[in-house]
């Protein structure tokens, strides 16, 4: 069992930063693959970005995100992290870590919020334009 406690989110001009952390329990933290997901309200969730076990060091980013957010992790500290700058409205969500065993995958079936075994609760995002 793999526990995940983000934290981070807030509220925050168009145009801003902020830096969503994930702390996860677990000794094999290092070989999970982790990833961001949000939820809008009315909407679905949807896949954010995705970063393999440590040796692989591939990323995945959705395009809305991509040049904006970035994802890294501390496997010393269990901890993944999101950077996201120039935030926009459309950014305005609930942002929820999630880890699996799987191994990475580059394409959006292969990041389906199903495909993914542990979750966080979630942090709120609000961005004011």
């Known amino acids: 069992q793999v526990y995940l406690v983000e934290s981070g989110g807030g509220l925050v001009q168009a145009g801003g930063s902020l830096r969503l952390s994930c702390a996860a329990s677990?000794?094999?933290?290092?070989?999970?693959?982790m990833a961001w997901f949000r939820q809008a309200p009315g909407k679905e969730r949807e896949f954010v970005t995705a970063?393999?076990?440590?040796?692989?060091?591939?990323?995945y980013y959705r395009d809305s995100v991509k040049g904006r957010f970035t994802i890294s992790r501390e496997d010393a500290k269990n901890t993944v992290y999101l950077q996201m700058n120039n935030l926009k409205s459309e950014d305005t969500a609930v942002y929820y870590c999630?880890?699996?065993?799987?191994?990475?995958?580059?394409?959006?079936?292969?990041?389906?919020?199903?495909?993914?075994?542990?979750w966080g609760q979630g942090t709120q995002v609000t961005v004011s334009s």
């Open positions: 677990g000794r094999t933290f290092s070989s999970y693959t």
């Open positions: 999630a880890a699996r065993t799987r191994k990475f995958g580059g394409t959006p079936g292969d990041n389906a919020a199903a495909k993914y075994d542990y």
């Open positions: 970063i393999s076990w440590t040796g692989g060091g591939s990323i």
